[in-house]
Antibody, heavy 117, light 110 residues
Framework: QVQLVESGGGVVQPGRSLRLSCEASGFTFSGYGMHWVRQAPGKGLEWVAFISDDGSYKYSVDSMKGRLAISRDNSRNTLYMQLNSLRTEDTAVYYCARDRATHFDCWGQGTLVTVSS | QSALTQPPSASGSPGQSVTISCTGTSSDVGGYNYVSWYQQHPGKAPKLMIY???ERPSGVPDRFSGSKSGNTASLTVSGLQAEDEADYYC??????????FGTGTKVTVL
């Protein structure tokens, strides 16, 4: 069955960087675009970024433009997101989700990023 | 892009129906038939319940239904069951390769 497993979260100081990973299985990863969505503690969901199936198109939320880089390695069935210049307000659970153009049909269990000094 | 507006809470007794609204603008909810709904239990990942306003993925009970009128979408859960108690989020495509989520509604089964 479709499975998405995020990793790479942890506690990081403000201003530092972190790379998140999302390993996919159970479907043809190279045939789907992928998203990152985050959820701050006790708050709602926020769409963060998208990458097309072949990696040629990338889009991100305005509030994080310039601070994140989304990428993928289809040979490894893995999605990545590099987060730079982290701020305390970036503290959240980060989910990867599979794209179906108009919605997100499968989600990982999430990885927690805590930005704190 | 501002979050879509949902009521913070909704409730109903087992067997009853509850409807959750999701209000946006003509740039998101009103501009596209691309509203989706997600169920999230505490500490769990969101689960797709409705997409493209009223389509139900396989495996989702037909007790869940969606609709839209103008800039407001709605999710109705009929025949409430204890396992329906969760947070529910709407989402809409917002143009220019952007997506926006709702503020979330906590559904309580009394």
């Amino acid at each position: 069955q479709v499975q998405l497993v995020e990793s790479g979260g942890g506690v990081v100081q403000p201003g530092r960087s972190l790379r998140l990973s999302c390993e996919a299985s159970g479907f043809t990863f190279s045939g789907y675009g992928m998203h990152w969505v985050r959820q701050a503690p006790g708050k709602g969901l926020e769409w963060v970024a998208f990458i097309s199936d072949d990696g040629s198109y990338k889009y991100s939320v305005d509030s994080m433009k310039g601070r994140l880089a989304i990428s993928r390695d289809n040979s490894r069935n893995t999605l990545y997101m590099q987060l730079n210049s982290l701020r305390t307000e970036d503290t959240a659970v980060y989910y990867c989700a599979r794209d179906r153009a108009t919605h997100f049909d499968c989600w990982g269990q999430g990885t927690l990023v805590t930005v704190s000094s | 892009q501002s979050a879509l507006t949902q009521p913070p809470s909704a409730s109903g007794s087992p067997g009853q129906s509850v409807t959750i609204s999701c209000t946006g603008t003509s740039s998101d909810v009103g501009g596209y038939n691309y509203v989706s709904w997600y169920q999230q239990h505490p500490g769990k990942a969101p689960k797709l319940m409705i997409y493209d306003v009223s389509e139900r993925p396989s495996g989702v009970p037909d007790r869940f239904s969606g609709s839209k009128s103008g800039n407001t979408a709605s999710l109705t859960v009929s025949g409430l069951q204890a396992e329906d108690e969760a947070d529910y989020y709407c989402s809409s495509y917002a143009g220019s390769n952007n997506y926006v989520f709702g503020t979330g509604t906590k559904v309580t089964v009394l």
